[in-house]
């Protein structure tokens, strides 16, 4: 099948080089041509397991292209055009739509009206109507959302829980169906209006399981529990299962908070005003601060205090640090007049761009310890883990480490003398 796939960030790039990689013929759009241009020589602009490596084999063999033009789509004739462009937290909380609104402006006017125009941008309630308002008539609109985790794209991609499709016309569904036909997994087909409420509803969800968990492990600290063993016994109910049960110093990304926020937004904007999803982000602002406070009763004085950081972003498995939590924790302890020496294995470019020259940059994770008093370490990579603990404790002026994934072996570093401090752990 001819597809185009509009935006070329990490949700098309991974719509478009996978879908390639099940045979389809596709055509990515962005409209910033320099980014166009890396993407021809095969660079993909951000980390992603595996993806560079489906990018370039599936340009070689001719399935997968770019342009800045959108105006090449109607060469091709698509079938079905992804809107993967992005739908950023404006002022007031709501999903700014103003991306999608000139891609459909764009499409009107160079695509034939019998393509398929699908929204996979994470949007409100009601978008697809609205987009088919700025479409005209003549097309058709689905929605059909993505639950791609970064730094596991690829993997959910061709393995997902489920594939949702928003459509009431069954030639919209029939050509999803085909659109997805290698992959194998449940399909739920609802309105346009479920399916968006869907994808709000699955991260509003996981978001508000963490900001419990949270809440529980500093209930924890309060009565000298363990929440390391709580979230073993409490996941072993199935009810309640075992993922996103981990507590740590708040979670980040660039779809939760913003999502959360969107969908209260959009009930208000309906009438509606709901009682238990602000919280979830009070919560989850308020958790990095109880960190901190942690940082700040162990050193009374952080003026002129060094700390090495390990990890800056959102998430193993991958570059992005949007609204990551060790941001929060960095800039923090930066007003506060400390100095801070960073590292993370991938995610460098993207924190130096942010951070600038306000903090050092190691080149290892074992040079960012050098004449520091404390470790931070706020991205769960798995080579923190197995770090060499004897040299580090050589290494650091005061032998204090404080783990804001809750997940280095805390036992093994206090037998090595380690002072430690987690979230809930006691
Ligand atoms: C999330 C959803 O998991 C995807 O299904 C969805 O498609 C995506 O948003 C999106 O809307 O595009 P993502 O933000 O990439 O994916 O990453 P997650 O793995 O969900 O992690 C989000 C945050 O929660 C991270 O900061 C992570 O460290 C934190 N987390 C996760 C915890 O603090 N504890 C856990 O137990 C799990």
């Known amino acids: 099948m001819n597809i185009v796939v509009i935006g070329t960030s990490y949700v098309g790039l991974v719509q478009g080089a996978c879908l390639a990689r099940l045979g389809h013929s596709v055509l990515c759009v962005d409209i910033d041509e320099s980014k166009v241009a890396r993407l021809r020589e095969g660079v993909v602009p951000f980390f992603e397991p595996d993806l560079e490596e489906i990018v370039r084999s599936e340009m070689q063999a001719g399935r997968l292209s770019f342009t800045s033009k959108i105006t090449e789509a109607v060469m091709i004739q698509p079938a079905v055009i992804f809107l993967a462009v992005g739908t950023p937290q404006s002022e007031n909380g709501a999903a700014d739509l103003q991306y999608l609104k000139a891609a459909a402006r764009d499409i009107v006017a160079a695509v034939q009206s019998t393509a398929l125009v699908v929204i996979k941008s994470t949007v409100p309630p009601g978008t697809s109507k609205k987009v088919k308002e700025w479409l005209g008539s003549d097309f058709e609109v689905a929605s059909n959302p993505e639950f791609l985790r970064e730094g596991k794209a690829v993997s959910d991609f061709f393995n997902p829980d489920r594939i949702v499709i928003g459509t009431t016309s069954d030639r919209a569904e029939q050509l999803l169906r085909d659109v997805y036909s290698g992959i194998f997994t449940q399909v739920f087909v609802m309105s346009p209006e479920s399916a968006e409420l869907t994808k709000y509803a699955a991260n509003t969800f996981l978001a508000s399981r963490l900001s419990l968990i949270n809440e529980v492990a500093n209930i924890a600290d309060h009565v000298g529990a363990n ?200």
Request: overall charge negative.
């Open 227 to 426: 929440i390391k063993d709580v979230e073993a016994a409490l996941g072993a109910d199935p009810r309640i299962g075992n993922q996103f049960l981990r507590a740590g110093a708040g979670f980040g990304g660039s779809c939760f908070p913003k999502d959360v926020l969107a969908l209260d937004h959009a009930a208000r904007e309906h009438g509606y005003a709901p009682k238990l999803i602000a919280p979830i982000m009070e919560v989850n602002l308020g958790q990095t601060e109880l960190f901190l406070q942690k940082i700040y009763n162990r050193f009374d004085n952080i003026e002129g205090r060094k700390f090495s950081v390990w990890g800056l972003a959102f998430n193993a498995g991958t570059d992005d640090v949007r609204e990551s939590p060790a941001l929060r924790i960095i800039e923090k302890l930066l007003e506060r007049g400390a100095e801070l020496c960073v590292f993370d294995p991938y995610a460098m470019a993207s924190g130096r761009l942010v951070l600038g020259d306000k903090v050092t940059f190691a080149p290892s994770m074992m040079d960012a310890l050098i004449g520091t008093d404390a470790l931070l370490v706020l991205t769960e990579w798995e080579e923190f883990l197995y770090a060499p603990w004897n040299t580090i404790a050589e290494l650091l002026s005061e032998r204090v480490i404080f783990d804001g994934k809750n997940f280095l072996p805390h036992k093994d570093l206090r037998d090595v003398g380690f002072e430690v401090f987690g979230i809930g752990l006691n």
